[in-house]
C-alpha cells in the first residue's frame, strides 16, 4: 500500500472535519487500518481502527461518540468523520495499514503497523 492522508485544516471548535486516507496501489482490502494523532512534544496515540472489512472497530476513549472511522474497500478509501472538535483534538493525524493474512480485529498500537500516511495537520481553535 501507498497511503495519503487529507482533509486537515484549521476549524473552530464545535465544528467537523473528515478525514480521507488513500491508497494509491488499490490493495487496502487486504489490510487492517487505524488512525493515529500525535500532538507536539506527545508520543503517538490510537484514535481509531478497523479490521480488513469494517465488521470491527474500535476507538480510543477520547474520542469515542465523536468520532467515526469508516472504510470503502471499492475506493481504497478510510475515512475519519471528526465532529464536536475541541482544541485538544489539534494534531498530526496519521493513518496507518497493516497486512492481515486473518481477521485478528483492530490493532491499537503503532508498532503493529507497517505503512504509514504522511500526516495531515488538524488545528482546532477556541
Known amino acids: 500500500v501507498q497511503l495519503q492522508a487529507s482533509g486537515g485544516g484549521l476549524v473552530q471548535a464545535g465544528d467537523s472535519l473528515t478525514l480521507a486516507c488513500s491508497d494509491s496501489q488499490r490493495a487496502l482490502r487486504y489490510y487492517a487500518v487505524g488512525w493515529f494523532r500525535q500532538a507536539p512534544g506527545e508520543e503517538r496515540a490510537f484514535i481509531a481502527g478497523?479490521?480488513?472489512?469494517?465488521?470491527?472497530?474500535d476507538y480510543a476513549a477520547s474520542v469515542k461518540g465523536r468520532y467515526t472511522i469508516s472504510r470503502d474497500n471499492g475506493k481504497n478509501t478510510v475515512y475519519l468523520q471528526m465532529n464536536s472538535l475541541k482544541p485538544e483534538d489539534t494534531a498530526v493525524y496519521y493513518c496507518?495499514?497493516?497486512?492481515?493474512?486473518?481477521?485478528?480485529?483492530?490493532?491499537?498500537?503503532?508498532?503493529?503497523?507497517?505503512?504509514w500516511g504522511q500526516g495531515t495537520q488538524v488545528t482546532v481553535s477556541s
Open positions: 478497523s479490521n480488513w472489512n469494517g465488521d470491527i472497530i
Open positions: 496507518a495499514a497493516v497486512r492481515v493474512w486473518s481477521d485478528y480485529g483492530v490493532y491499537t498500537r503503532p508498532v503493529d503497523y507497517d505503512y
